[in-house]
């Protein structure tokens, strides 16, 4: 829809200069007025963000910032000529919350998803360092993301009781990247089970989806390729199986669903790999 509207804008500037300095004038006013309104939309964001309070918390889902995000991630996944093939969608919860569980390989993962599940109200856990990224930050805050420290127990552990209970006041679903980091090499980590308290606290199901190929996306940009990325849902466990198993034994179905999906060579033998000690090897996509 953004970039539509840039493309009017666009279109509307050359035609004006057209008919101030003649036909030959439409071309460059063309590339001049998109230029022009993608800077504008870029300026908006900027200026929608410097308006957030980080330091007020946020208790309820803002609508203007949700409906913003989407927006900027549809015109950003366009313009890096990004397109998301699906599958399994269908076996989305129709209706109640949810713990929607993902690999994670790039940051776009999270804006792959945002643009697979339109209609869902999203909360995603993100790393504290998120915080005083700018623009990410501020949108991130108005949307009701949580901030986890992963060093500090006891601080993650407010975080999932954060998320706890914004499920049972039906004020969103969460979404969850149990491996704790990015994978450098694209392997599939063993699991903090800690996550999983989420669902089994607020007695909800736990979408289990996986992502592939986002990693690809800038060197594929810079090639002037698209990148087609993909995300499965894979398997949904329902509230009852979730409630009767201990998180450990959910982390190790839930990692054995997404290496169903994904393929041996993804899997991780270690259990515990810091991500500045993992060998960047390559798995085939």
Not at 84 to 104: A, I, M, Q
Request: net charge negative; charged share 25%.
């Amino acid at each position: 829809m953004l970039l539509t509207g840039i493309t009017v804008f666009a279109l509307i500037f050359a035609v004006i200069m057209a008919l101030l300095g003649g036909l030959l004038a439409f071309i460059p006013g063309f590339i001049a007025g998109w230029i022009g309104g993608l800077l504008l939309v870029a300026l908006f964001l900027v200026v929608a963000s410097l308006l957030v309070d980080m330091e007020k918390p946020q208790e309820e889902d803002s609508k203007f910032y949700r409906t913003l995000t989407h927006l900027y991630v549809d015109l950003v996944l366009t313009l890096g000529r990004v397109e998301v093939r699906t599958e399994g969608l269908e076996k989305l919860p129709s209706d109640g919350r949810f713990l929607l569980v993902c690999n994670h390989i790039n940051d776009l993962d999270s804006g792959v998803i945002l643009k697979c599940f339109p209609k869902s109200q999203l909360v995603f856990i993100g790393k504290r360092e998120i915080v005083d990224m700018p623009i990410v930050g501020p949108v991130m805050h108005k949307m009701m993301c949580q901030f986890i420290n992963r060093e500090n127990d006891r601080e993650a552990l407010k975080t999932i009781l954060k998320c706890i209970q914004i499920i049972k006041e039906d004020k969103a679903s969460v979404v969850v990247f149990p491996e704790g980091y990015v994978s450098m090499d694209g392997r599939l980590r063993h699991f903090r089970s800690g996550a999983f308290k989420i669902a089994q606290k607020s007695g909800v199901p736990i979408v289990v989806c996986t992502v592939r190929n986002t990693k690809h996306v800038m060197q594929d940009l810079f090639a002037l390729r698209k990148t087609w990325t993909q995300l499965h849902l894979v398997d949904v466990i329902d509230a009852e199986t979730v409630k009767a198993l201990p998180t450990t034994e959910i982390a190790e179905k839930v990692y054995e669903i997404m290496i169903s999906d994904l393929g041996e060579q993804y899997r991780t033998d270690e259990k515990s790999m810091h991500p500045d000690l993992q060998t960047c090897i390559d798995p085939v996509e």
